[in-house]
Structure formats: C-alpha cells, structure tokens
C-alpha cells in the first residue's frame, strides 16, 4: 500500500532523486541506493497523462533528453510509456 505514486509532482521528485542522486525514498521515508534502466508509467493509474506530460516539462526544462538520461552512464537508457493492463 502506498507504493504506488499518483501524484505528478511527487512522481517528478522520484525521477529526478533517482536521475540525479542514484537514491529512492521509500513510502516509508527510507532512503536507498537504486540504479535503473527505465521507467514505466502504468496506463491503469488514472494520472497517468497527467505524470507523463509532467516528466515531459522535468525533461525539457532539465535539459535531460529522454534516451540518454545518465549523462556519467551513455550506455543507460530510459524510455518513457505508458503501459496497462489489458483486460
């Protein structure tokens, strides 16, 4: 419970703690080391337009192009969708 963010603000902050300092707060408060590859959005979140449109405006204004997100990793990549549950 709780894991999951709706928010669009609280998502950005995520992206951008995890993009810029390699670390991930938990629900709990909880601060850990976290190296990803990608992002997923799930379609079935009811924000989930909302959270992508706001990870678009971070990107542009961070000068982050989505791709190449780790400027000390080229190899690391990040895509960014929206993907849900068809059921």
Same mark, same amino acid.
């Given at each position: 419970? *709780?894991?999951?963010?709706? %928010? +669009?603000?609280?998502? $950005?902050?995520?992206?951008?703690?995890?993009?810029?300092?390699?670390?991930?707060?938990?629900?709990?408060? /909880?601060?850990? !080391?976290?190296?990803?590859?990608?992002? @997923? $959005?799930? *379609? %079935?979140? +009811?924000?989930?337009? +909302?959270?992508?449109? /706001?990870?678009?405006?971070?990107?542009?204004? &961070? *000068?982050?192009?989505? *791709?190449?997100?780790? !400027?000390?990793? +080229?190899? /690391?990549?990040?895509? @960014? &969708? &929206?993907?849900?549950?068809? /059921?």
């Amino acid at each position: 419970s *709780g894991a999951v963010l709706r %928010d +669009p603000a609280e998502v $950005v902050e995520q992206v951008r703690q995890i993009l810029m300092e390699g670390m991930v707060t938990t629900n709990t408060g /909880a601060r850990l !080391p976290l190296q990803v590859d990608s992002l @997923c $959005v799930h *379609g %079935d979140n +009811p924000m989930a337009v +909302p959270i992508l449109q /706001a990870l678009d405006h971070f990107f542009r204004q &961070s *000068g982050i192009q989505k *791709g190449n997100l780790w !400027p000390s990793n +080229p190899l /690391a990549t990040v895509r @960014c &969708s &929206s993907t849900g549950n068809s /059921a």
